[in-house]
């Protein structure tokens, strides 16, 4: 069944440490790829998004990912994350070819950082 | 402002009443789309438009209508609320193929 997989509901991280989100996702071809950011009470910010070409992807907020084809992922990573890094981040996929750009979400991840 | 707004913000209304939710973008998007956020479902699909007069389900339609006679508009109602509808709903615009951009989003509490 096609999904967005993203493992881990809930991270904490000290503030000036790295970042890791994973998601995973199961589709027949390789889709379109987005990662969103909800912080409380607001609304989805774009992070990045992947298309096609280099498979290492920057982002807005010092955030980058990699598309890895052979394990079907795309995990979000900061190097150093900041106290306002604190959200909701969400892994999206378009699958190429479907109907009007229709985006599936995956769970969420909730990131709390610790000062 | 330019850019895509919602409203109300937060609503609560009883069950059984029809409730409207508003959303509005000024970019001339062609493509809109609504969807609800419920704790550990992320975001799921209710309707979507590809164009004025042209709407499609979404993943979770059932007990919900929408149209669009304007480009810029497309609002979301609820004929008859049920508790189950309590979430936040978010609208969303983009272009053909591009990004999708996110409205602040409406609480809805359904008593």
């Known amino acids: 069944a096609q999904s967005v997989t993203q493992p881990d509901i809930h991270i904490t991280v000290s503030e000036g440490a790295s970042l890791e989100l994973r998601c995973n996702y199961s589709y027949g071809a390789t889709p379109y790829l987005f990662w969103y950011v909800q912080s409380p009470g607001q609304g989805l910010q774009l992070l990045l998004k992947y298309f096609s070409g280099d498979t290492l992807v920057q982002g807005i907020k010092g955030f980058e990912a990699e598309f890895k084809r052979s394990q079907s992922s795309f995990n979000l990573r900061k190097p150093s994350v900041h106290w306002s890094d604190a959200a909701e981040y969400f892994c999206a996929v378009e699958p190429r070819g479907s109907t009007l750009g229709r985006l599936y979400f995956g769970r969420g991840t909730q990131l709390t950082v610790w000062p | 402002d330019a850019g895509i707004t919602q409203s109300p913000r937060y609503k609560i209304t009883e069950t059984g009443r029809q409730v409207t939710l508003m959303c509005h973008q000024t970019w001339s998007h062609s493509y809109m789309f609504w969807y609800r956020q419920d704790l550990g479902h992320g975001l799921r699909l209710i309707y979507y438009?590809?164009?004025?007069?042209?709407?499609d389900k979404g993943e979770v339609p059932d007990g919900y209508v929408v149209s669009r006679s304007k480009t810029e508009n497309f609002p979301l109602t609820l004929e008859s609320a049920t508790r189950s509808q309590t979430s936040v709903y978010f609208c969303?615009?983009?272009?053909?193929?591009?990004?999708?951009?996110f409205g602040p989003g409406t609480r809805l509490t359904v008593l």
């Open positions: 438009s590809a164009a004025a007069d042209i709407t």
């Open positions: 969303a615009s983009s272009r053909p193929a591009d990004t999708q951009y």
